[in-house]
């Protein structure tokens, strides 16, 4: 009997495997903050949850700058201590158009810049510790291990598509590094508008402490963010 359990397992796609043999109560596509909170969320509710991500590290590559609202991460203290993957606190903004530049300072501080990487990783790490289940390196358009489905798999879903969900029409290209930077206010982000530099988006530069900075863009496709960028950043 276990020969034959065996040989079956081995012939059946996981996510056959996981229907007949292990189904699980929720099944969530996508690991970054909003596929593992979510998981977090049903386990609280006493459901059992697979987590499964198409890349073989959570957490890579980094998904986006990381600058987020201080009052969004004041949410998950329960969840998640953000304090460890802190990069730097963001009190103003400085709004570049090329005609007329102004700034925004906000009596309270208003956002923090964190490492997402670091965040993704502590969110799945709190995932699994509430007793979620993840599988790294699987990237399922179908066959789900579950008949509760939470699709949390980026603008480009494949959960979104195997249901019929309607399609996105209009998309950003982004581009961003880490460069050598100079600034006199190492607390402000700097944010570029322009129709001919940014078409369909805006430029920024996110100190990350007195010699660092994110420094990126996005432009409305088609149009590619390389050459824009390369004017950017020279």
Not at 26 to 44: D, M, R, T, Y
Not at 191 to 200: E, K
């Amino acid at each position: 009997w276990r020969v034959s359990l065996a040989r079956l397992q081995g012939a059946l796609p996981f996510g056959i495997w996981c229907l007949v043999f292990a189904m699980f109560d929720v099944h969530v596509i996508g690991g970054g903050p909003a596929g593992c909170f979510a998981g977090i969320g049903a386990l609280e509710a006493g459901k059992s949850v697979l987590l499964s991500e198409e890349h073989k590290k959570i957490g890579e590559p980094e998904a986006c700058s990381g600058l987020i609202s201080k009052s969004g991460l004041d949410s998950l203290p329960a969840r998640i201590s953000y304090g460890e993957i802190a990069l730097n606190t963001i009190t103003s903004a400085k709004i570049i158009t090329g005609k007329q530049d102004f700034k925004i300072s906000p009596k309270n501080e208003t956002a923090v810049l964190v490492s997402r990487c670091g965040l993704d990783s502590l969110a799945s790490a709190k995932f699994e510790q509430e007793g979620g289940k993840i599988e790294l390196g699987k990237k399922i358009t179908r066959d789900f291990a579950a008949k509760s489905i939470i699709g949390a798999d980026g603008p480009a879903s494949a959960v979104a598509e195997r249901f019929g969900f309607p399609k996105i029409n209009s998309y950003v290209a982004c581009m961003q590094g880490n460069f050598k930077y100079s600034c006199e206010d190492p607390h402000q982000t700097e944010i570029y508008l322009s129709a001919r530099d940014f078409p369909g988006f805006f430029g920024w530069a996110i100190p990350m402490n007195e010699g660092e900075a994110k420094i990126g863009l996005g432009v409305s496709l088609p149009n590619h963010p390389l050459k824009f960028y390369r004017r950017f950043l020279s």
